[in-house]
């Protein structure tokens, strides 16, 4: 029973950084249909800004990671005006290895300019760990947990209760008619792109505290892992993205516990394709009929 | 018949061509091995992508996982060729990973096929990864370590002949009335639908036919590098295929060539860079997506017909 719920506490936590990414992933998909590959490697740089503030500028915690969110944010709203815009109108295939590009280029660019070794993210934080009964929790996983569900409440107010929330709602319905009641798509775009890169930042500064490691490469397994948490939960919808990612989290904390951990991947990409052969659209999403 | 005839004595006498070609120009020094090992990159790059722009920019279906074919096929193979190490055994090695391969397309195509669009993308990533994790874990593949000690057998001839054939089989395929349903499958599914055609049943056959050339390719590449590992093989490779079918024009198989030679040579220009190539590479990418978003060619194919035709009637223009 113990290591049941001990398992489940590293599970949630690790599912709450994929909760986090997938965030990102679904968001940008729902408004622009775009598979943001280079979502992964904006995390990577996440994780490298809080590496560089806490050493160079002795940033603590909170300090590098509202930093890096603030960051991520600016350099996600640029990448979409650099790379994707301009491909607006464009076959959505093009979009998506322009994407590839975008997570090729960042991916050796910091490998060029910071080489690819893996560095070690300094501790800011003295480790705890609490025992409550058998199952041991450490600060950083309390942490993580409790952030990443603060930060997803924020972004559900954000869409549910702000005017750029509507926007960004109606934009992912239909973008023509959304123009047409004069909202403007380039800046709910844009929004979008800054929010969904922030959680990616916040998630990169965690994860770094948490694994302790970072390297430029860092962004590409989880990135995928996120997307496929997106697509389990349903692609375009916030609360879907947030079960795909606890979900793909514990499946894969509870296959590393039963001795499978060769097989954890397998057993993810597994369940995608059952779910997806049984609920086509996610575990949350609703079936369109197509209509001729 | 008689008319075809001649296109095709065209396309035959290209190819003949071109191998002599090659062949002297290597006799005479000026493909050095580096440039050998290109070429036979290249030609082993647009067998798989021809097999993937069937698959995508013919029958409209977005596959992510061609790596898993091509795993299937070059561990296949190399299993066969290093206790028959001839090239009959050679040959029996891309028949029985292209069987293989086209056998697992068909068990995971049935299902998945159904998903349209980017849900498809991701289950056949899935089933990619999935195959590469199966690899990375049975006994008979040598689990993470991979296969090495495979004998050279895919020679540049050899490659130069499958590129041929591959090429044929899916060009006659799209330009027969099978490829036209295939086709019809991806302008309007429903309008296909509603003509009498059987949409999953060319799905699976489109991405059969694929699946089996990506093994194809996969043995090609096992026999040549002498040494596959289960890490060859993952979702980095799949998108690499993708790139040249994109990049080329989705539905172009000139379009394949070109981009599958141009990405070819550039690699080979970029290798002096050392850390820097990649970023040159991604770079290039971006910039050739952003200013021609439907690749190099669009759908334009080169077609020998069209060309005789023009100069047919430029004569006949002449004559009047």
Redesign the interface.
Known sequence: MDTILQQLVNGLSLGSIYALLALGYTMV?GIIKL?NFAHGDIYMVGAFWGYYVINQLHFNFWLALISAMIFCGLFGVLVEWL?YR??RN??R??????A??????L???M??LFT?NVRSFPQVMHVVRYHLGGVSISNIQLLILVVSIVLMVLLQLIVRKTKMGKAMRAVSVDPEAAQLIGINIDHTISFTFALGSALAGAAGVMIGLYYNSIDPLMG?TPG?KA??AA?LGG?GLIPGAAIGGFVIGLLETIMQALGFS??K??AV??V??II??IK??GILGKKIK?K? | MKKNLKYNLTWLVLMVVGFVLINVLEFGGIIDALGEQTLVTIGINIILATGLNLIIGFSGQFSLGHAGFMAIGAYVCALITTSIATPMGMVIGMIAGAAVSALVALIVGIPTLRLDGDYLAIATMGVAEIIRIILNNLKITNGPAGLYNIPLLATWPVVYIMVCLTTLLIVNLIHSRDGRAIMSVRENEIASESMGVNTTKWKVIAFVVGAATAAIGGALHANYIQTIAPTDFGIMNSINILIIVVLGGIGSITGTFVAAAVLGVLDLVLQNFGTLRMVIYSLALILLMVFKPSGLLGTRELSIRKIFNKFGHSKQKGDA
Do not use: R
Not at chain 1, 93 to 98: G, K, S
Not at chain 1, 100 to 105: E, P
């Open positions: 998909y598979i790379a301009p491909l464009s076959p295939i093009a979009a998506l290895i322009t590839i590009g975008v997570s090729f280029l991916e050796n660019g490998a060029y690819s590409m995928i997307f496929v697509v692609i060769a097989f991947d397998a990409y597994a995608l394709i997806l052969l086509p659209a197509e001729v």
